[in-house]
Protein backbone atom coordinates (compact mmCIF):
# COMPACT_ATOMS: atom_id res chain seq x y z
CA UNK A 1 0.00 0.00 0.00
CA UNK A 2 1.02 3.99 -0.44
CA UNK A 3 3.10 5.11 2.01
CA UNK A 4 3.29 8.30 0.88
CA UNK A 5 -0.06 10.19 0.35
CA UNK A 6 -0.28 13.65 -1.89
CA UNK A 7 -3.42 15.16 -2.57
CA UNK A 8 -4.98 16.20 -4.77
CA UNK A 9 -4.29 14.09 -7.94
CA UNK A 10 -5.20 16.64 -10.47
CA UNK A 11 -6.00 20.21 -10.30
CA UNK A 12 -7.49 22.85 -12.99
CA UNK A 13 -8.37 26.41 -12.25
CA UNK A 14 -8.09 29.82 -13.37
CA UNK A 15 -5.05 32.21 -13.83
CA UNK A 16 -4.14 33.74 -10.64
CA UNK A 17 -5.58 31.40 -8.00
CA UNK A 18 -3.61 29.79 -5.56
CA UNK A 19 -3.56 26.01 -4.90
CA UNK A 20 -2.27 24.61 -2.04
CA UNK A 21 -1.12 20.44 -2.42
CA UNK A 22 -0.77 17.90 0.33
CA UNK A 23 1.80 15.70 0.94
CA UNK A 24 1.27 12.75 3.95
CA UNK A 25 3.75 10.40 5.84
CA UNK A 26 1.10 7.28 6.40
CA UNK A 27 3.80 4.78 7.73
CA UNK A 28 6.20 7.10 9.07
CA UNK A 29 7.24 10.11 10.38
CA UNK A 30 9.33 12.62 7.94
CA UNK A 31 11.31 15.26 9.16
CA UNK A 32 12.25 16.03 5.65
CA UNK A 33 10.03 15.53 2.52
CA UNK A 34 10.93 16.96 -1.14
CA UNK A 35 8.80 18.72 -3.77
CA UNK A 36 9.82 17.81 -7.83
CA UNK A 37 8.52 19.09 -10.09
CA UNK A 38 7.85 17.27 -13.75
CA UNK A 39 8.02 18.62 -17.04
CA UNK A 40 7.09 16.65 -20.20
CA UNK A 41 9.60 13.76 -21.34
CA UNK A 42 11.64 15.53 -18.46
CA UNK A 43 13.15 13.67 -15.40
CA UNK A 44 11.83 15.02 -11.68
CA UNK A 45 13.69 18.28 -10.71
CA UNK A 46 13.86 18.95 -7.24
CA UNK A 47 12.26 22.24 -6.35
CA UNK A 48 12.97 22.49 -2.45
CA UNK A 49 13.27 20.23 0.46
CA UNK A 50 11.00 20.52 3.25
CA UNK A 51 12.13 21.13 6.79
CA UNK A 52 9.85 20.18 9.38
CA UNK A 53 9.65 22.90 11.86
CA UNK A 54 12.46 25.13 10.10
CA UNK A 55 11.99 26.95 6.82
CA UNK A 56 12.22 24.98 3.62
CA UNK A 57 15.39 24.89 1.52
CA UNK A 58 14.78 26.11 -2.01
CA UNK A 59 17.15 24.77 -5.20
CA UNK A 60 18.78 28.04 -7.31
CA UNK A 61 16.06 29.51 -9.51
CA UNK A 62 12.94 28.25 -7.64
CA UNK A 63 10.97 30.82 -6.49
CA UNK A 64 10.08 30.51 -3.14
CA UNK A 65 7.45 33.43 -2.55
CA UNK A 66 5.74 31.44 -5.30
CA UNK A 67 6.28 28.15 -3.96
CA UNK A 68 5.58 28.75 -0.34
CA UNK A 69 6.13 25.16 1.44
CA UNK A 70 5.10 24.31 4.68
CA UNK A 71 5.82 21.25 7.10
CA UNK A 72 4.11 22.02 10.05
CA UNK A 73 4.26 17.78 11.68
CA UNK A 74 6.50 15.03 11.01
CA UNK A 75 3.40 14.08 8.81
CA UNK A 76 2.40 16.58 6.86
CA UNK A 77 4.29 19.28 4.20
CA UNK A 78 2.17 21.53 1.96
CA UNK A 79 3.54 22.99 -0.98
CA UNK A 80 1.16 26.03 -2.16
CA UNK A 81 1.74 27.78 -5.73
CA UNK A 82 0.39 31.35 -4.99
CA UNK A 83 -0.82 33.50 -7.70
CA UNK A 84 -0.40 30.32 -10.32
CA UNK A 85 -0.36 31.48 -14.01
CA UNK A 86 -0.45 28.53 -17.06
CA UNK A 87 3.73 28.27 -16.75
CA UNK A 88 3.40 26.49 -13.51
CA UNK A 89 1.03 24.15 -14.92
CA UNK A 90 2.58 21.31 -14.54
CA UNK A 91 3.05 17.90 -12.77
CA UNK A 92 4.46 18.37 -9.16
CA UNK A 93 5.48 15.15 -6.68
CA UNK A 94 6.37 14.80 -3.32
CA UNK A 95 8.57 11.80 -1.85
CA UNK A 96 9.87 11.42 1.89
CA UNK A 97 11.55 8.57 3.48
CA UNK A 98 12.13 7.70 6.91
CA UNK A 99 15.45 8.94 7.36
CA UNK A 100 17.95 5.84 7.94
CA UNK A 101 20.42 5.61 5.69
CA UNK A 102 20.30 3.64 2.70
CA UNK A 103 16.74 3.85 2.74
CA UNK A 104 14.65 4.56 -0.56
CA UNK A 105 12.51 7.69 -0.90
CA UNK A 106 9.27 6.81 -1.33
CA UNK A 107 7.11 9.03 -3.38
CA UNK A 108 3.19 10.34 -3.80
CA UNK A 109 1.20 9.90 -6.84
CA UNK A 110 1.73 13.24 -7.94
CA UNK A 111 -0.39 16.40 -8.59
CA UNK A 112 -1.26 17.35 -12.31
CA UNK A 113 -2.12 20.95 -12.05
CA UNK A 114 -3.60 23.22 -15.00
CA UNK A 115 -3.54 26.95 -14.85
CA UNK A 116 -6.21 28.00 -17.62
CA UNK B 1 23.21 19.58 -16.17
CA UNK B 2 21.78 15.83 -16.55
CA UNK B 3 23.95 13.68 -13.64
CA UNK B 4 21.42 11.14 -14.37
CA UNK B 5 21.00 9.66 -17.81
CA UNK B 6 18.72 6.92 -19.65
CA UNK B 7 19.69 7.36 -22.74
CA UNK B 8 16.94 4.85 -24.52
CA UNK B 9 13.10 6.16 -23.95
CA UNK B 10 11.73 2.99 -25.02
CA UNK B 11 12.26 -0.80 -25.30
CA UNK B 12 10.23 -3.43 -26.20
CA UNK B 13 10.93 -6.66 -25.24
CA UNK B 14 8.91 -10.44 -25.61
CA UNK B 15 7.20 -11.66 -22.55
CA UNK B 16 9.71 -14.33 -20.95
CA UNK B 17 12.99 -12.70 -22.11
CA UNK B 18 14.90 -10.61 -20.17
CA UNK B 19 14.70 -6.90 -20.19
CA UNK B 20 17.80 -4.66 -19.21
CA UNK B 21 17.50 -1.00 -18.66
CA UNK B 22 20.21 1.51 -18.60
CA UNK B 23 21.35 4.26 -16.78
CA UNK B 24 24.37 6.18 -16.74
CA UNK B 25 25.75 8.69 -14.19
CA UNK B 26 28.53 11.81 -13.88
CA UNK B 27 29.27 12.27 -10.36
CA UNK B 28 31.97 9.70 -9.00
CA UNK B 29 30.56 10.48 -5.18
CA UNK B 30 26.89 9.23 -5.71
CA UNK B 31 26.77 6.44 -2.93
CA UNK B 32 23.33 5.34 -2.97
CA UNK B 33 21.22 4.40 -6.25
CA UNK B 34 18.02 3.08 -6.82
CA UNK B 35 15.37 2.21 -9.70
CA UNK B 36 11.61 3.12 -9.42
CA UNK B 37 8.59 2.13 -11.10
CA UNK B 38 6.16 4.54 -12.73
CA UNK B 39 2.43 3.50 -14.09
CA UNK B 40 0.36 6.59 -15.65
CA UNK B 41 -1.08 8.65 -13.36
CA UNK B 42 0.79 7.65 -10.51
CA UNK B 43 4.00 8.38 -8.33
CA UNK B 44 6.80 6.22 -8.42
CA UNK B 45 7.01 2.83 -6.83
CA UNK B 46 10.58 2.02 -5.53
CA UNK B 47 11.95 -1.04 -6.85
CA UNK B 48 15.31 -1.74 -5.51
CA UNK B 49 18.39 -0.33 -4.51
CA UNK B 50 22.29 -0.74 -4.44
CA UNK B 51 24.97 0.53 -1.94
CA UNK B 52 27.79 1.90 -3.77
CA UNK B 53 29.76 -0.32 -2.15
CA UNK B 54 28.08 -3.81 -3.98
CA UNK B 55 28.23 -4.39 -7.51
CA UNK B 56 25.15 -6.46 -7.24
CA UNK B 57 21.87 -6.79 -5.28
CA UNK B 58 18.95 -8.98 -6.56
CA UNK B 59 15.51 -9.44 -5.53
CA UNK B 60 13.19 -11.90 -7.13
CA UNK B 61 12.98 -10.99 -10.90
CA UNK B 62 14.74 -8.03 -10.32
CA UNK B 63 18.74 -7.91 -10.48
CA UNK B 64 20.56 -4.35 -10.27
CA UNK B 65 24.07 -4.04 -11.23
CA UNK B 66 26.26 -1.06 -10.08
CA UNK B 67 29.46 -0.53 -12.56
CA UNK B 68 31.31 2.15 -10.65
CA UNK B 69 33.94 2.89 -12.93
CA UNK B 70 32.03 3.07 -15.91
CA UNK B 71 29.41 4.93 -13.92
CA UNK B 72 26.71 2.23 -15.14
CA UNK B 73 23.88 1.12 -13.79
CA UNK B 74 21.69 -1.50 -14.92
CA UNK B 75 18.07 -2.99 -14.11
CA UNK B 76 17.94 -7.13 -15.52
CA UNK B 77 13.95 -8.22 -15.35
CA UNK B 78 13.90 -12.46 -16.17
CA UNK B 79 11.25 -12.73 -17.07
CA UNK B 80 9.79 -10.20 -18.47
CA UNK B 81 6.25 -10.28 -17.82
CA UNK B 82 3.15 -7.95 -19.00
CA UNK B 83 2.60 -6.50 -15.79
CA UNK B 84 6.00 -5.29 -16.17
CA UNK B 85 5.35 -2.92 -19.05
CA UNK B 86 5.34 0.84 -17.16
CA UNK B 87 8.39 3.63 -17.29
CA UNK B 88 11.63 2.80 -15.20
CA UNK B 89 13.50 5.48 -13.04
CA UNK B 90 16.95 5.15 -12.23
CA UNK B 91 17.81 8.11 -9.40
CA UNK B 92 21.14 7.98 -7.69
CA UNK B 93 22.04 9.75 -4.33
CA UNK B 94 24.61 12.40 -3.87
CA UNK B 95 23.33 15.98 -2.03
CA UNK B 96 20.04 15.12 -3.35
CA UNK B 97 18.15 12.51 -5.22
CA UNK B 98 19.13 12.66 -9.49
CA UNK B 99 16.38 11.28 -11.33
CA UNK B 100 17.59 9.78 -14.92
CA UNK B 101 14.48 11.19 -17.50
CA UNK B 102 13.09 7.42 -17.40
CA UNK B 103 12.49 4.53 -20.01
CA UNK B 104 9.07 2.95 -21.21
CA UNK B 105 8.85 -1.02 -20.66
CA UNK B 106 6.54 -2.43 -23.14
CA UNK B 107 6.58 -6.69 -22.26
CA UNK B 108 4.91 -7.62 -25.52
CA UNK B 109 2.97 -11.06 -24.92
Known amino acids: GAVVSQHPSWVICKSGTSVKIECRSL??????MFWYRQFPKQSLMLMATSNEGSKATYEQGVEKDKFLINHASLTLSTLTVTSAHPEDSSFYIC????????????FGDGTRLSIL | DQQVKQNSPSLSVQEGRISILNCDYT??????FLWYKKYPAEGPTFLISISSIKDKNEDGRFTVFLNKSAKHLSLHIVPSQPGDSAVYFCAARGNQFYFGTGTSLTVIP
Open chain 2, 27 to 32: NSMFDY
Open chain 1, 95 to 106: SAGPGASNQPQH
Open chain 1, 27 to 32: DFQATT
